[in-house]
């Protein structure tokens, strides 16, 4: 695993976790997710395993995903752009990542599916910056679906929540002109940063972004949260900091799979889903 997979940025500190220290806990994480994980049924909305079920919160937001959807329809194949603030860091990135495992999950559970990703993420990335890529891989990839990384990197740098809110809505409405569905992935858990006012306030930004434009948010600090005060109740070691982002990673690629069977499955029933 590189040491760029290592780093995480801390306000204006960059530190790197013991990875000696870490493997005996991300190993077990693993292994349990993989022994817990629900059985994936063509054709059904996908399940979240045990190790990221959060009773109480709804992780995703059901929201549809019309392009995604005729391209689906139409071509059978869905392609995704994964961009933002350290997209491809995070669950052995060396291997392929969590974008491996949305895109295996989904053409499991839709038959005759071809899913591509893009990945073209970048660590530490502002929102600003994200979005001048945006606009030229757009043009380059075509994508269906763009799946934005966003928020945890400009909290940190002290962005003005103004101009985070700004930058993000507009970047949407772009995106909405030109006949695109976006994902946002919102803030990474933090342990030490849980009473950072502008940390939450950047956190709470996001959300509000995503039900005005009525988009989905895979509410990544939300359910890694959750499952850290699961974990305190049941009396279990908190996992140290680099584990339990590798936890938010596994949980995220499952989040997304079913944010997007739930739009595809959901259109064909009529049904609402459950979490």
Not at 7 to 34: D, F, N, Y
Not at 102 to 117: P, R, W
Request: hydrophobic residues 45%.
């Amino acid at each position: 695993m590189a040491w760029s997979h290592l780093v995480r940025k801390i306000g204006t500190v960059c530190v790197v976790w013991p990875l000696i220290a870490a493997i005996p806990q991300i190993s077990a994480v693993h292994a349990q997710q993989e022994q817990d994980k629900a059985a994936i049924v063509p054709g059904q909305i996908s399940p979240v395993s045990k190790d990221c079920q959060t009773p109480g919160l709804k992780v995703v937001l059901d929201k549809p995903l019309p392009n995604t959807l005729a391209a689906l329809r139409d071509r059978k194949v869905i392609k995704i752009l994964t961009i933002g603030a350290s997209a491809s860091v995070g669950m052995d990135a060396a291997t392929g990542g969590y974008q491996d495992v949305i895109e295996n999950t989904l053409e499991k559970t839709i038959t005759g599916l071809d899913v591509q990703i893009i990945d073209r993420g970048i660590s530490g990335e502002l929102a600003r910056d994200a979005v001048e890529r945006m606009k030229t891989e757009v043009a380059l990839t075509e994508p269906d679906l763009v799946l934005w990384q966003v928020g945890t990197n400009d909290a940190l740098a002290q962005i003005p929540v103004e101009e985070f809110s700004e930058t993000v809505s507009s970047a949407i409405r772009w995106l909405k002109e030109r006949n695109l569905d976006v994902a946002l992935v919102g803030l990474q858990y933090i342990r030490n940063m849980r009473n950072d006012p502008h940390y939450q306030a950047v956190r709470v930004a996001l959300a509000h972004i995503t039900e005005n434009e009525k988009i989905i948010r895979i509410s990544r600090y939300e359910a890694v949260e959750m499952m850290e005060r699961m974990r305190q109740r049941a009396s279990e070691p908190l996992l140290n900091p680099f584990a339990l982002t590798e936890e938010g990673y596994s949980c995220l690629a499952e989040y997304v799979v079913r944010a997007i069977t739930s739009a595809v499955f959901l259109k064909r029933s009529g049904n609402q889903p459950t979490n």
